[in-house]
C-alpha cells in the first residue's frame, strides 16, 4: 500500500476564493501564483482559474516559462521583473508582463533592441522599504519609459509592508504617499495584496494581486472573510504504541508520559513540509475529533495522542491542516506564518478535486 499522506487541493475552493477577492476588491485581479502557487501546484491552479481569472503573477521568469509550457496563455505578471537582457528578450518573446522596480532594469528597456511593445508594471516603494522606485522619482521613471517608444502599456503599483495589521497607519500612510506619487500620470494602478483587499477599501484600485487569500488563509489574524481552505494536509495512523507513565516517546523523550497515553504514530513528517517546530498539543483532527501532537515531529512521522479515542487506531484519518484545522493555527502555534508551511509542502503527492472537499456549515454562511 502507498504511505497515506496526501495534500488535497480543492480547486472548486480556489475558484470561490478569487472571486470572492476580485468581488471585495471590484475591477480585475491577478492571481498569484507564485512558489508553485504557493505549494499547490501552480500548472494546475493556472489550468484551474484559466476561464475567470484576469491574468496571473509569479515571482520570476523561469514560474512564467513554465506556465507558458504548459498551456497558460493569460496574461502573467513577473513581480521580480528581470535580472539580466536575456530575461527581457525571453519576457518579450512569452508576452510576458514585468515588474520595473529599479535603475537597472530600466536601463535595460532602454538599451534593447526591443520589437514588440512592452506591458511594464512600475513599482514604487511607499513604504515597504525594499524594492521601487523613490515615490519622488515616479514621474521621471514613467516619462523615460515612455519616451524609449517600447512601452505598450504601464501600470502603477506599489506594495504594502503591513496591511495585516488593520490598526497601524503604516498602510494609510502608503496609500497616501502612492495617490500623491502618481497623481496626474495617466494609467491604471494597482495596491492590494491579500490583506489590502481584506481590510483596506480605500486601496482597492484597478488591479488586486491576491496570493495567500486565493489559497484560503486569512492573513488577518481576526479575519472572518468567507474564504475556503484550499489544501487539506492529510494522512492516518498507521501504528499504536501503549505507554506506560514515565516512559519517554521519540527524538530527544521530549514527551514522557504522566499517564497511561495511548499513542498513534502518522505517517507525516518534516519532510513533508509539516514545520518540526510545532509543540505539544498542536491540534490535529482525527476521525473527525481534535486531539494533539506529542513528542517531537520527525522527518517521515509524528505521534498523537489518542488515549481519550478509543476508537481511533490504525488506518484512521488525520487532518493536519485543512477546513478543520486552520493553518494559521498551526503556523502560529510553530512560530511561522501560514505562507511558509503552504510553500513548504512538498514530498507528498498533491490530490486534485474540483468538487468542494468538505464545507462546514460555517464557511458556507460566511461565504452566502
Ligand atoms: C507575493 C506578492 C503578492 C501576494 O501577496 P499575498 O500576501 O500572498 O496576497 C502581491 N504582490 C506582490 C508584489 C507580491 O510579491
Not at 32 to 59: E, Q, S
Not at 64 to 84: K, Q, T, Y
Not at 211 to 234: F, K, N, Q, W
Request: hydrophobic letters at 45%; charged letters at 20%; aromatic letters at 6%.
Amino acid at each position: 500500500m502507498a504511505r497515506p499522506a496526501f495534500a488535497k487541493i480543492d480547486l472548486a475552493a480556489l475558484r470561490h476564493n478569487y472571486e470572492r477577492l476580485r468581488t471585495l476588491h471590484g475591477g480585475r485581479a491577478l492571481a498569484v501564483l507564485k512558489a508553485n502557487a504557493y505549494g499547490h501546484g501552480a500548472v494546475r491552479c493556472a489550468h484551474a482559474l484559466t476561464d475567470i481569472a484576469d491574468g496571473f503573477a509569479v515571482a520570476f521568469l523561469e514560474e512564467a516559462v513554465a506556465l507558458r509550457e504548459a498551456g497558460i496563455n493569460a496574461p502573467i505578471l513577473v513581480l521580480e521583473g528581470m535580472f539580466d537582457a536575456h530575461d527581457l528578450q525571453v519576457a518579450q518573446e512569452l508576452e510576458l508582463w514585468i515588474v520595473v522596480h529599479h535603475e537597472a532594469q530600466l536601463r535595460m528597456i532602454e538599451l534593447s533592441a526591443c520589437t514588440t511593445p512592452l506591458h511594464v508594471w512600475l513599482k514604487l516603494n511607499t513604504g515597504m522599504e525594499r524594492a521601487g522606485f523613490a515615490p519622488e522619482d515616479a514621474a521621471a521613471v514613467h516619462s523615460r519609459l515612455v519616451s524609449t517608444g517600447k512601452i505598450e502599456q504601464i501600470i502603477l503599483m506599489s506594495h504594502f509592508a503591513r496591511a495585516d495589521e488593520p490598526d497601524s497607519e503604516a498602510t494609510a500612510a502608503q496609500i497616501e504617499r502612492f495617490d500623491n506619487a502618481t497623481a496626474g500620470i495617466a494609467g491604471d494602478r494597482s495596491l492590494c495584496n491579500s490583506a489590502g483587499v481584506l481590510a483596506w477599501p480605500d486601496a482597492r484600485l484597478d488591479w488586486a494581486r491576491p496570493g495567500i487569500a486565493l489559497y484560503g488563509a486569512d492573513p488577518i489574524p481576526s479575519g472572518e472573510h468567507g474564504l475556503l481552505p484550499v489544501m487539506t494536509l492529510e494522512s492516518r495512523v498507521f501504528a499504536v504504541r501503549d505507554l506506560q507513565a514515565g516512559e519517554a516517546l521519540g527524538y530527544g523523550a521530549r514527551f514522557i508520559a504522566s499517564r497511561p497515553t495511548r499513542v498513534g504514530l502518522v505517517a507525516m513528517g518534516y519532510a513533508d513540509g509539516y514545520p518540526r517546530t510545532a509543540p505539544e498539543g498542536t491540534a490535529v483532527m482525527v476521525d473527525g475529533q481534535v486531539s494533539g501532537i506529542i513528542g517531537r515531529v520527525s522527518m517521515d512521522m509524528l505521534t498523537v495522542d489518542i488515549t481519550d479515542h478509543p476508537s481511533t487506531g490504525i488506518g484512521s484519518r488525520l487532518e493536519l491542516w485543512g477546513p478543520r484545522i486552520r493553518v494559521n493555527d498551526v503556523a502560529h502555534a510553530s512560530g511561522t506564518i501560514a505562507y511558509e508551511l503552504l510553500c513548504n509542502v512538498k514530498r507528498v503527492p498533491l490530490q486534485y478535486s474540483q468538487e468542494p472537499l468538505v464545507h462546514t456549515p460555517k464557511l458556507e454562511s460566511a461565504a452566502a
